[in-house]
């Protein structure tokens, strides 16, 4: 963690890009895309012969993506490199991942299609963006009503909550680009759903204050707060050392875990919230 955000100058963590991208990110993509390909392109002895993979791809580029004139491409190579980049730093966000997913379907020898995938994979991650790569696509990997379930968990008490504040807690652990927590990200995600049921409940502990919901005028399916329940039981396993030390052997949790857990237990909440003021 750097001065700024220790200092609280520099927010710690950022929301998930669904519909836009900063410039960290698109940045990234660049980069990733200039080193595994218009570099290894460039680099080639022949890459200024008209028959070079460069040329071929800066042809299918011009042709098929662009649709451009192939007689206006730029003999230099500096001169079409500069004329990509411009092109792709002024790309709306979704037009950057019609690029870079168009790059995918371009033949080249010897070029690692796999690798530069998985590159890009890891940036989105680190990023913390809402797409992540899948048979050649883009996919989202989270949409809106998922990330409406997280804010409106987040809205529903004051800062002071210790709802909120679980909450809080899981989204930084989640988001947080360097040190991802995603084993604590989830403890918070279902700390803040047992806040809430110990809250209306004043049970000590979180089986106690599920069970006791409907006493309290809470009415929900028992199928429904038997998966509640079964949620809490999976932070409570041997192998991953959620909330308890680790007995069998490690699993360990990743981002896809954190993220199910933070939106679950965020829409649970809302669900008893809603049921409450019934």
């Known amino acids: ?27 990234g993509l660049w980069n990733i895309f200039k080193l595994h390909l218009l570099d290894m392109l460039t680099n080639q002895r022949n890459a200024l012969r008209k028959n070079s ?3 071929d791809f800066c042809t299918a580029i011009w042709d098929k993506y662009y649709k451009l004139k192939l007689d206006d491409i ?17 790309y709306s966000w979704n037009e950057v991942y019609d690029f870079i997913e168009f790059t ?3 033949d080249i020898e010897n070029f690692d299609l796999e690798y530069y995938q998985e590159t890009i994979n890891e940036l989105l991650i680190t990023e913390f963006s809402g797409y992540r790569i899948i048979d050649d696509r883009f996919c989202p990997i989270t949409n809106e009503i998922e990330i409406l379930e997280i804010r409106g968990a987040l809205n529903q008490y004051t800062a002071s909550e210790g709802s909120n504040i ?4 899981a989204v930084s652990k989640l988001s947080d680009k360097k040190n991802p927590d995603y084993a604590n990200s989830i403890k918070e995600s279902i700390s803040a759903l047992g806040s809430v049921v110990r809250t209306f409940t ?18 929900i399916n028992d199928q429904i707060r038997g998966s ?13 050392g959620i909330r308890h030390e680790i007995v069998d052997e490690y699993k360990g949790s990743d981002f896809n875990d954190a993220k199910l857990m933070l939106v679950v237990c965020s829409a649970y ?5 809603s049921k409450s003021k019934k």
């Open 1 to 27: 963690m750097g001065f700024s955000q220790r200092m609280g100058l520099k927010p710690m963590s950022k929301e998930i890009q669904i519909d836009s991208i900063d410039n960290e990110l698109r940045n």
């Open 104 to 106: 995918f379907g371009i």
């Open 53 to 55: 993979e460069f040329r």
């Open 74 to 90: 730029p003999y230099d190579n500096y001169d079409c490199t500069v004329f990509i980049r411009e092109k792709f730093f002024n």
């Open 166 to 169: 679980h909450l809080s807690n």
């Open 269 to 273: 909440i809302n669900y008893i919230i």
């Open 228 to 240: 509640i329940d079964k949620i809490y039981a999976y932070t409570n396993n041997k192998e991953d």
């Open 202 to 219: 004043s049970e000590s502990t979180f089986g106690k204050g599920l069970g006791k919901l409907s006493e309290n005028g809470i009415v």
